[in-house]
């Protein structure tokens, strides 16, 4: 018989999570793939749990080491966040979103509170914004102490030196040519070049006006909270991890191509001070380092969520740090149509280090890292120097190199290993590889517009050397590219993408 409608189920699916379109659907910056490579959830790795929201009784370990970086209560056990989302309040909203309320045996009066979660701390708390009167609570530290209650991500003052803070160079905050601006981004003025229709995660980001382009005659900074940047750190979450310090952060960039001179960059500035740390400028003696140097509209990311990953090395074991983001823009009194400068998801992280020998191997012999529970190829590396080689910034998971069968685990207690590989057999070179698939994929990576790259396929990582077959050939022309394979024979393909220009 026919059954009747009401008694069908409809599947739609099959995948959870915050994004569950994403590549990175947790958004730990830890591709899903990699994350099942990895061990998967019996290791923690779940591409489905967020570490730090969703971590309770999930068994989620966070993927890298992170340095706080958030805005920071300085109270009350309760940590500053290790990833900035910048999801709270400016100091500029504050008047509008707070809410009465006060945590009982710490306050007698009832202050203001701010019921969203600090960023992507603990989901269960509520955090004081500010004071709405003049008078000082009553603790001993009185004067010292209300900075720290201000409690959202943008400071008023550059001496808030546990929030965010923005300036025109040599001048303030409230200088009209400061566009630097936190809040919910808005392009219906500016066009979808010119700024995100949301933020890289969550609600707010940082941008270089919000609703419109930036300024002329402008040198805008945005400064990070100070950071101690020394090994170990008391900021780390993993204070065991003495690997390198990364800068990892998202950068949605519109800067005008009538004006090559615009550009932005980032600097560190070490104060030396107490007085340096108060107002974020550099000690007498102390050098303006550049971390990221200046980039025009030749980095335009043409409508797309970019990540950059940039070293940190140039400061390391430095305690006292701000990260400068400026953008400075050209004199010429003309009008500008360019959105500027978005910046979201920032993150200061220490990934696993493994390093080893693969003897009697040639210089540029390339060495493939694999996840052991599935063989994605995670890195690669070339030799160097009698067959040296290693990996940097890798998060915690089971690793396997060159398809030998020694696991490698890194992780919380082992940031760091060292191997030797079996006896080099002479072989061709082959660079990065980004994925595998028996049924058919469509090939992702982060490209530079204007390069050319050559999508390539094997079938048998194993043999020496490899076989590879190129699918296609092709000129970047955004920053996010993709290659389609249908992948008829249905055999399993890993992929390398190579810029051959």
């Not at 914004?129 to 009553?138: A, H, K, N």
């Not at 530290?141 to 923005?166: C, I, K, Q, S």
């Not at 006292?320 to 500008?336: C, G, I, M, N, P």
């Not at 079938?459 to 076989?467: E, G, H, Q, R």
């Amino acid at each position: 018989p026919v059954k009747s409608a009401t008694s069908s189920a409809f599947l739609f699916g099959g995948r959870t999570g915050t994004l569950p379109t994403s590549r990175d659907t947790d958004q730990d910056l830890v591709d899903d793939i990699v994350e099942h490579a990895l061990g998967g959830p019996d290791v923690g790795r779940d591409p489905r749990v967020h570490p730090f929201t969703d971590r309770d009784g999930t068994g989620e370990e966070p993927p890298f080491a992170y340095l706080r970086i958030g805005a920071y209560p300085g109270r009350y056990a309760i940590e500053r966040p290790a990833i900035a989302d910048f999801d709270v309040l400016s100091y500029n909203e504050r008047n509008f979103a707070w809410r009465l309320g006060f945590l009982r045996g710490v306050y007698e009066n009832g202050y203001l509170w701010q019921g969203h979660p600090v960023e992507t701390t603990l989901s269960n708390q509520a955090y004081v914004v500010g004071i709405e009167s003049t008078e000082l609570p009553p603790f001993e530290e009185a004067n010292e102490d209300r900075f720290v209650y201000n409690m959202g991500v943008d400071a008023l003052e550059p001496g808030w030196t546990n929030l965010w803070y923005h300036r025109q160079r040599g001048g303030t905050r409230f200088d009209s040519r400061n566009n630097w601006q936190l809040g919910r981004p808005d392009n219906s003025e500016i066009g979808p070049q010119g700024a995100p229709p949301t933020a890289h995660r969550g609600r707010w980001a940082y941008g270089t006006n919000l609703r419109g382009a930036y300024t002329n005659n402008a040198t805008m900074d945005l400064f990070s909270p100070v950071l101690n940047l020394s090994v170990s750190s008391p900021q780390s979450t993993d204070p065991s991890n003495t690997s390198e310090y990364f800068l990892i952060f998202h950068e949605w960039l519109d800067l005008s191509e009538q004006h090559s001179g615009d550009h932005v960059r980032i600097d560190a500035i070490l104060p030396e001070t107490g007085a340096d740390v108060a107002t974020r400028v550099k000690g007498v003696d102390r050098p303006l380092v550049t971390v990221l140097a200046q980039r025009n509209y030749s980095e335009n990311t043409t409508g797309e969520w970019r990540r950059v990953v940039v070293p940190l090395t140039p400061v390391a074991n430095e305690e006292k740090v701000y990260l400068r983001f400026s953008l400075v823009s050209e004199s010429e009194d003309t009008v500008r149509t360019a959105g500027g400068w978005y910046i979201d998801h920032v993150v200061v992280v220490q990934g696993g280090d493994l390093t080893g020998t693969y003897p009697d191997a040639p210089d540029e012999t390339d060495v493939f890292l694999l996840g052991d529970n599935v063989p994605v190829v995670v890195d690669s590396a070339v030799t160097y120097g009698g067959g040296l080689f290693g990996f940097g910034l890798l998060p915690a998971g089971n690793y396997t190199v060159n398809g030998q069968t020694n696991v490698i685990s890194i992780g919380p207690g082992n940031w760091s290993a060292n191997i030797a590989l079996d006896p080099f057999v002479p072989s061709t070179s082959s660079p990065l590889i980004t994925g595998f698939t028996s049924n058919g994929a469509t090939i992702h990576w982060d490209a530079v517009i204007g390069r050319q790259y050559q999508v390539q396929y094997s079938t048998d990582l194993t043999s020496n050397p490899p076989d590879w077959t190129t699918l296609g050939t092709m000129v970047a022309n955004q920053v996010n590219m993709s290659f389609p394979d249908s992948n008829p024979s249905g055999t399993i393909r890993f992929y390398r993408v190579r810029r051959i220009d």
